[in-house]
């Protein structure tokens, strides 16, 4: 079976302080995707990245990063130096490769809420 | 170039009733799936179309249903509403229903049903 555990409900920061969201996945999958949404209130779904299994390079992009990690499972998101902008429910996500549909699998989230 | 959109935005029901929830996809597009958001949760997967056939289907009861039409909008009906019904209905669409990890998958702002 297919899971994705995001264990911290909630964080809040003040302005300009770094933050790491963890993601820890589950899956039979050898070959699979792992994915990073933002939802802002408005409630539409914003893809922050892609990951397959075998790249596990980290990623940086702007303030955002992405540290995967096969070993351990994970796949944790950080944003340094967060702005109030950045205040939203953030989605980690899983899909395997081999699937008949494009179904995601999504972690219950975790609300960031950055202070000005 | 218009997103996905969906309608209506918010919508209130009684315990029994039935619900059409509309969703065009952005221009191109030929797949549609439906996710349901209840509060504090992650989406789940409810239905994906792709050229007016169901793809595949989540682990949701018959009282779910839907479907696509010729220009590729799509209905998701709900018969018999629950007060476990209430939910963010989230669409998204992808232009030709592969997997996840080979193309992107684009979101609605979705739905909001609420069942008294």
């Known amino acids: 079976a297919q899971k994705v555990t995001q264990a911290q409900t909630e964080i809040s920061v003040v302005e300009k302080e770094d933050v790491t969201l963890d993601c820890v996945y589950e899956t039979r999958d050898t070959t699979y995707y792992l994915f990073w949404y933002k939802q802002p209130p408005s409630g539409e779904l914003v893809f922050l990245i892609r990951?397959?299994?075998?790249?596990?390079q980290n990623e940086i992009s702007g303030r955002y990063s992405w540290n995967f990690q096969k070993s351990t499972s994970s796949f944790n998101f950080t944003i340094t130096a967060s702005q109030v902008v950045d205040s939203a429910v953030y989605f980690c996500a899983l899909t395997n490769y081999g699937g008949a549909t494009n179904k995601l699998i999504f972690g219950t989230g975790t609300l960031l809420a950055v202070q000005p | 170039d218009a997103g996905v959109t969906q309608s209506p935005t918010h919508l209130i029901k009684t315990r029994g009733q039935h619900v059409t929830l509309r969703c065009s996809p952005i221009s191109g597009h030929k797949s549609v799936s439906w996710y349901q958001q209840v509060l504090g949760q992650g989406p789940q997967f409810i239905f994906q179309y792709y050229e007016k056939e169901e793809r595949g289907r989540g682990n949701f009861p018959d009282r779910f249903s839907a479907r696509q039409f010729p220009n590729y909008s799509s209905e998701l009906n709900v018969n018999a509403l629950l007060l476990g019904d209430s939910a963010l209905y989230l669409c998204?669409?992808?232009?030709?229903?592969?997997?996840?990890?080979?193309?992107?998958?684009?979101f609605g702002s979705g739905t909001q049903l609420s069942v008294l």
């Open positions: 998204a669409s992808s232009l030709r229903g592969q997997r996840p990890g080979v193309e992107k998958l684009f």
């Open positions: 990951r397959n299994s075998f790249d596990e």
